[in-house]
């Protein structure tokens, strides 16, 4: 089955930066976009950035100029670069694939279990 697996995150300092990655796995037809959103304690899920498979992304205002999002179309990886985290950045990030999977005959959202980002000094 379609999974899909974050990793990177951790306790990193103000100002610091971090590389996550979301590794998609299993029967998968086509992707057609994959997206990075957080969710920070008492808070609602929110988008952090979007990337399309044809290689168009666009992010948050929230991290607009600190946030970078890119793939590896071979490997059906993606990556979010941050820069510049704040204590405000605290959450998990989870991955989220727009996708079709092998013999389904639907195209379906699947997430990934989330990785935890702590901004602490």
């Known amino acids: 089955q379609v999974q899909l697996v974050e990793s990177g995150g951790g306790v990193v300092q103000p100002g610091g930066s971090l590389r996550l990655t979301c590794a998609v796995s299993?029967?998968?037809?086509?992707?057609?976009?994959m997206g990075w959103y957080r969710q920070a304690p008492g808070k609602q899920r929110e988008l952090v950035g979007m990337i399309t498979f044809g290689g168009s992304t666009n992010v948050a205002d929230s991290v607009k100029g600190r946030c970078t999002i890119s793939k590896d179309k071979d490997k059906n990886t993606v990556y979010l670069q941050i820069d510049g985290l704040q204590p405000e950045d605290t959450a998990v990030y989870y991955c989220?694939?727009?996708?079709?999977?092998?013999?389904?005959?639907?195209?379906?959202?699947?997430w990934g279990k989330g990785t935890p980002v702590t901004v602490s000094s």
């Open positions: 989220k694939g727009d996708l079709h999977a092998t013999g389904s005959p639907y195209r379906m959202d699947y």
């Open positions: 299993g029967p998968i037809f086509s992707i057609f976009a």
